[in-house]
């Protein structure tokens, strides 16, 4: 079986150098991590991490195991794209005076994005979806000049009534 994409769903305690050891974790394990997101729950006392990676079944069995091991991993599920509600987010500042906005602008109200700031000779624009439809965007948005920009990586929910609080 070859390699896929897998979405991480982790809920550890909130405390200083989590991140620091689960990212260690998939270094020393030689894993790559394509995205990561982490922020407090509801709860202070809980953090949530969203993992991206790439590998097949195997890579994704040990890391559940590895990660189940660190102290402050409360738990790990694995989501698909099928599984959950997913997003991300880009900023991006593209160069645009003079006959280059009105068609900037068209693509961000295609796309059901959200312009930020308009300057002199600038458009920073914000987008949201799913990481095709971000992919889409910057497709279409590179025939301008991109001076900066950033992308958030994915953030997941699991569909329906489940919860990472749920026992399982």
Request: proline content about 2%; some cysteine; charged content about 25%.
């Amino acid at each position: 079986m070859g390699e896929s994409r897998a979405i991480f769903s982790v809920l550890a305690a909130n405390n200083p150098g989590v991140l620091f050891r689960m990212s260690g974790l998939f270094y020393r394990r030689g894993f790559n991590i394509d995205s990561v997101v982490a922020c407090k729950t509801g709860n202070p006392l809980f953090s949530r991490l969203t993992i991206v990676a790439t590998g097949d079944e195997a890579t994704f069995t040990q890391l559940i195991r590895q990660l189940r091991k660190l102290e402050d991993i409360k738990k790990v599920k694995v989501l698909t794209v099928d599984e959950c509600s997913n997003s991300e987010m880009l900023l991006v500042k593209v160069g645009a005076d003079g006959n280059e906005r009105i068609p900037v602008l068209k693509i961000v109200q295609a796309y059901g994005a959200r312009v930020l700031d308009i300057g002199g000779s600038t458009i920073t624009i914000e987008v949201t979806g799913q990481t095709h439809e971000i992919d889409e965007f910057m497709e279409q948005i590179e025939q301008f000049d991109i001076l900066e920009m950033a992308r958030t990586g994915i953030n997941a929910l699991e569909r329906g009534d489940s919860t990472i609080h749920d026992d399982d």
